[in-house]
T-cell receptor, first 118, second 116 residues
Framework: GAVVSQHPSRVICKSGTSVKIECRSL??????MFWYRQFPKQSLMLMAT?????????EQGVEKDKFLINHASLTLSTLTVTSAHPEDSSFYIC??????????????FGDGTRLSIL | KQEVTQIPAALSVPEGENLVLNCSFT??????LQWFRQDPGKGLTSLLL?????REQTSGRLNASLDKSSGRSTLYIAASQPGDSATYLC???????????????FGTGTLLAVQP
């Protein structure tokens, strides 16, 4: 089945550091990738929709200058948390939809990145 | 605003029991509904996807139903096993919600523990 690889799986760093998370579709091309954030014991909240070759669409309340998204190819999207602070600590999960996939096709999810800011 | 709710929030059952997880959504304008499994500290595994025109889908011991008009879905797990222990999330793919891009809206999840 379709595989989405997310790297790194865990990051621990000091406050003020910028952290980049990569999301790759391994066996399919994805024009659209999604970035979610999940707090402990809570559900997933969509942060932004990443479209290959164009600017990402951010959800209300998500700072685009804080969470930089780049989708340079059909198999790679990156999320950079700039100048991270303890309140940015969370579980970040990416998802991708096949190039030929329509709304009736499932999204495939990565294994997530646990970000801890000290 | 589309809201997705899951009941119960947590469930503990002995091995071998059949169980039902519930999902409700407030706006029936959806493309489809998906059920996912999430193990601790992990991403999501898609279990079943039901199109808006469908009533149910089955995969192995899992059966999911959809009643779009009433805004409800159920996930039935037969003969539960300790390996079924995980958080189960339902999500609806909303139609052009609020003028924004169609997107997957997740429920609050049900934490399932199957006791050996």
């Amino acid at each position: 089945g379709a595989v989405v690889s997310q790297h790194p799986s865990r990051v621990i760093c000091k406050s003020g550091t910028s952290v980049k998370i990569e999301c790759r579709s391994l066996d399919f091309q994805a024009t659209t990738m999604f970035w979610y954030r999940q707090f402990p014991k809570q559900s997933l909240m969509l942060m932004a929709t990443s479209n290959e070759g164009s600017k990402a669409t951010y959800e209300q309340g998500v700072e685009k200058d804080k969470f930089l998204i780049n989708h340079a190819s059909l198999t790679l999207s990156t999320l950079t948390v700039t100048s991270a602070h303890p309140e940015d600590s969370s579980f970040y999960i990416c998802s991708a939809r096949d190039l030929n996939g329509h709304s009736n096709q499932p999204q495939h999810f990565g294994d997530g990145t646990r970000l801890s800011i000290l | 605003k589309q809201e997705v709710t899951q009941i119960p929030a947590a469930l503990s059952v002995p091995e071998g029991e059949n169980l039902v997880l519930n999902c409700s959504f407030t706006d029936s304008a959806i493309y489809n509904l998906q059920w996912f499994r999430q193990d601790p500290g992990k991403g999501l595994t898609s279990l079943l996807l039901i199109q808006s025109s469908q009533r149910e889908q089955t995969s192995g011991r899992l059966n999911a139903s959809l009643d779009k008009s009433s805004g409800r879905s159920t996930l039935y797990i037969a003969a539960s096993q300790p390996g079924d222990s995980a958080t189960y999330l339902c999500a609806v793919y909303a139609l052009n919600y609020g003028g924004a891009t169609n997107k997957l809206i997740f429920g609050t999840g049900t934490l399932l523990a199957v006791q050996p």
